[in-house]
């Protein structure tokens, strides 16, 4: 059973366009939720996050916003750069569990 | 800092061999985990560890062995590899056992079983 579920394989958008990406989850335990882009060949690093308290976090050109009652979350990138096209994958825990459970990722691709 | 290391990059197995994938991070991270990621699966978390001599299972723990005798190193042993262990691997690690999440991960380590 998929607990994080990102449904868009993939994405591409317009340089300087705003990219939407976004992910569904079932456990209503779940209360922090982060995005982790990656490049090919690297490991993934970690780019945002937001905790349940929240419904809205910033963080440059990344905002990452929170829908609990619709379990839902998506990040927004304002305005897009080549350099974002990467994997991103959402991911959710509960805090003070040590498990990270994450989605399949979505692979943006910026179209300069 | 080096951040978290893996070694190898590369390995091709043939089924029955047994080896270990090598994790190493010089931040004094208390926690640590291997995770798989496959095709249209995203990264499934193996075993993770809390603190020196102390590991647990994750989501897919067959297969796979654990031990963590130092803080610094976590290496993860297939004993006995199959076709469906071939794979990208990745360790990552965490200064916070209570909040773990946001996590540093290795470069990855791409394993090919045949």
């Known amino acids: 059973d998929q607990q994080v579920k990102q449904n868009s394989p993939s994405l591409s958008v317009q340089e300087g366009r705003i990219s939407i990406l976004n992910c569904d989850y079932t456990n209503s335990m779940f209360d922090y939720f982060l995005w982790y882009k990656k490049y090919p060949a690297e490991g993934p690093t970690f780019l945002i996050s937001i905790s349940s308290i929240k419904d809205k976090n910033e963080d440059g050109r990344f905002t990452v916003f929170l829908n609990k009652s619709a379990k839902h979350l998506s990040l927004h990138i304002v305005p897009s750069q080549p350099g974002d096209s990467a994997v991103y994958f959402c991911?959710?825990?509960?805090?003070?569990?040590?498990?990270?459970?994450f989605g399949t990722g979505t692979r943006l691709t910026i179209i300069p | 800092n080096a951040g978290v290391t893996q070694t190898p990059k590369f390995q091709v197995l043939k089924t029955g061999q047994s080896m270990t994938l090598q994790c190493a991070q010089d931040m004094n991270h208390e926690y640590m985990s291997w995770y798989r990621q496959d095709p249209g699966m995203g990264l499934r978390l193996i075993h993770y560890?809390?603190?020196?001599?102390?590991?647990d299972q994750g989501e897919v723990p067959n297969g796979y062995n654990v031990s963590r005798s130092t803080t610094e190193d976590f290496p993860l042993r297939l004993l006995s590899a199959a076709p469906s262990q071939t794979s990208v691997y990745f360790c990552a690690s965490s200064v916070s056992t209570k909040s773990p999440a946001e996590q540093y991960f290795g470069p990855g380590t791409r394993l090919t079983v045949t």
């Open positions: 991911a959710a825990n509960t805090f003070g569990n040590e498990k990270l459970t």
């Open positions: 560890s809390v603190g020196a001599g102390i590991t």
